[in-house]
């Protein structure tokens, strides 16, 4: 963006599902950006939702603001299956990109897409938001000042009731797996994220709901699955299970850990609030204690990171590695519950690697 320093970043969002709202009030909230077209692949649609949202323009073709050279940077916000192709022409086309996660149906398109940023001068990101919640950068402060000791082990869970706005999360063909792939990468990358790589992974899956009815009625039938349970070796020695679920009636709070160290226990997102202690040796108190976490509207942190790597602020992150590596793990879980046996991701080295 040389000698655009003090202009706006010019974002096209393409995509205009559930997800669109999150990233278009986290920009807006970012400051310093402006989002000036919306893109879906239906002309009404793209229309209705740019102006539920207040987009002064759409389009039916994400060609259209490939082409524009007044728009900088793009988010990605599509079917799983349309990810590497949308996010390969834009790098080509010299855009940034936001990319949602997954980051593509397989470790194949992931490194195809990494290959293209290689050859771009564009930066590339996948979203992972839940890096950027004030009590999982606390926790990460916690984790690095040693206050917990020696982890022992660590449970997540990510759970929902579904999606139920949009049958494509259900269909083979534009998905290539279920809980795991669209909600369980989250959970695998904050693991990563805060605990350093996985080594080797044992699952069971299952599919408790192959109906369900979606918000317009329609009926859906699939087979993938809809609960796992995958336990995950840590560098340090460490356990930790991660618990998936796309049935779950009330639902996480966007996901919930536990963490359990020799010297203290750490709890994200539970019935003790957004982050819990409990630390005797570290705060000499025989209780809980809950951190002052500084509120911001919801997605302003993570965009504002996003567009001061847009803006060359700020070098490029890990995201594009981690997300191929969290695509690593869950194929990892998939290949563990299909063989009984544990596995080892393709990376099990740990080195974020295209």
Known sequence: ??????????????????????????????????????????????????????????????????????????VVATPDDTHAAIAID?????????????????????????????????????????????EVIWLKQVLADGSLGRIHTVRMRNATPGADWNDWFYTADHVSGGVVMQLGVHGIDLIRHLFGPISEVSARMTTARPERRLKDGRLVRSQLEDNVVATYQLPSGAMAAHEMSYTEVQGCDRFRLEVYGEKATAWLRTERGAAALYAPAATGREEWVTPHLSPEPFGAAHHRHW???VRGESPRDDTPEAGLASIEVAEAIYRAAGSGCRERPANATGKDTA
């Open 1 to 74: 963006m040389a000698g655009k320093d003090t202009a706006p970043v010019a974002v096209a969002v393409i995509g205009s599902g559930f997800i669109v709202d999150y990233h278009v009030s986290g920009i807006r909230a970012a400051g310093g950006a402006d989002v000036a077209t919306l893109v879906s692949r239906s002309a009404m649609n793209a229309e209705r939702r740019a102006a539920e949202l207040g987009i002064a323009r759409w389009t039916a073709d994400y060609r259209e603001v490939l082409a524009d050279p007044a728009i900088d940077a793009v």
């Open 90 to 134: 834009s790098l080509a086309a010299g855009k940034a990109v936001l990319l949602q996660k997954p980051m593509a149906l397989d470790t194949i398109e992931c490194r195809a897409i990494l290959a293209a940023e290689k050859a771009s001068a564009a930066p590339l990101t996948v979203s992972f938001m839940h890096r950027y919640f004030p």
């Open 307 to 309: 567009l001061s790597i």
